[in-house]
């Protein structure tokens, strides 16, 4: 593994875990590219879930003081919010967890990214028309309910949505914004609900990988080859130092991007992308060109 290496899947990993693209499966069509289907090292994996973590921490620093005022019971709002939150983690760790075998399993077979990657497309398309037909034709603003205005049907259709479809090629932001949006949410409200659900499961989902990392350490046992750096890497810190740093700008990229974007209906062109990819990985699959068919 060399420098370059750890640049690209830290832009990967903070581009496409924001953007409505799945980052699961663009990192895996890179696996096959760059290590023939090998996983990265799991502490590099880590390390880029922490980047992108650091990315949304910083973003919406605000947002998050609230919801630890809330925690504390100095902000009714945030409280609201910190509650919502956590009752959208509870079908995501159920269906994450139930799920976690067949994801893993997914991951020999780059078509089933690919229908992940239809279905996202799909998902953007409809999501885009339910906004373009919210608009006020009066003052051109978007009709439906604030992040504020949130039920806890809602809280629970998003998290069940991130639970089921994270690891298949679905795209977390892309299915979660979807999904708010169906719910009567707002687009930038249900963007921005998506991004504070990122935060409890980015570090939920790297406190999970980190366990298969830290069994080995404290039994005093070396590294299985899977889990370590492969022989002739460049220096492992200075590998995760890079991809922390090129994961945590590019997030912070993303996100800000997709922010914007989401302030009027303009999910097509991420749609049209996710369709592309999504056929070509489909071919690539099936095809057994990469991975297997």
């Not at 998290?159 to 949006?181: D, E, N, P």
Request: net charge positive; proline share 5%.
């Amino acid at each position: 593994m060399t420098l370059l290496h750890a640049i690209l899947l830290g832009l990967v990993q903070g581009l496409t875990e924001f953007l409505p693209v799945s980052s699961t499966a663009h990192l895996t069509l890179v696996e096959h590219l760059m290590f023939r289907g090998k996983p990265m090292p799991l502490a590099f994996d880590v390390l880029l879930h922490v980047g992108t973590l650091g990315a949304l921490m910083v973003y919406f620093r605000r947002e998050l003081v609230q919801l630890v005022m809330g925690c504390v019971g100095r902000d009714k709002e945030g409280r609201k919010l910190a509650i919502w939150l956590f009752l959208a983690m509870i079908p995501t760790a159920i269906f994450g967890l139930a799920t976690k075998g067949v994801k893993e399993a997914a991951k020999e077979h780059l078509w089933v990214y690919g229908v992940g990657l239809l279905v996202t497309a799909a998902l953007l398309f409809v999501a885009n028309r339910l906004s373009q037909q919210r608009v006020n034709s009066q003052d051109g603003e978007l009709t439906g309910r604030d992040i504020q205005d949130l039920r806890a049907v809602d809280a629970l259709a998003v998290g069940t949505i991130q639970g089921i479809g994270g690891g298949f090629g679905l795209s977390r932001s892309g299915s979660t914004i979807s999904v708010g949006v169906f719910r009567g949410l707002k687009l930038p409200a249900s963007t921005r609900f998506s991004f504070l659900l990122g935060m409890p499961t980015i570090a939920a989902a790297g406190v999970v990988e980190l366990r298969g990392l830290l069994k080995p350490i404290l039994n005093h046992q070396p590294l299985p080859a899977e889990l370590a750096f492969p022989p002739g890497s460049s220096a492992p810190i200075l590998l995760c130092v890079t991809g922390v740093i090129a994961a945590g700008i590019s997030g912070y990229l993303a996100i800000g991007l997709l922010d914007r974007f989401t302030r009027r209906p303009r999910l097509n062109g991420f749609a049209v992308y996710c369709l592309v990819m999504g056929l070509v990985m489909l071919t690539l699959g099936a095809t057994g060109v990469l991975g297997h068919p």
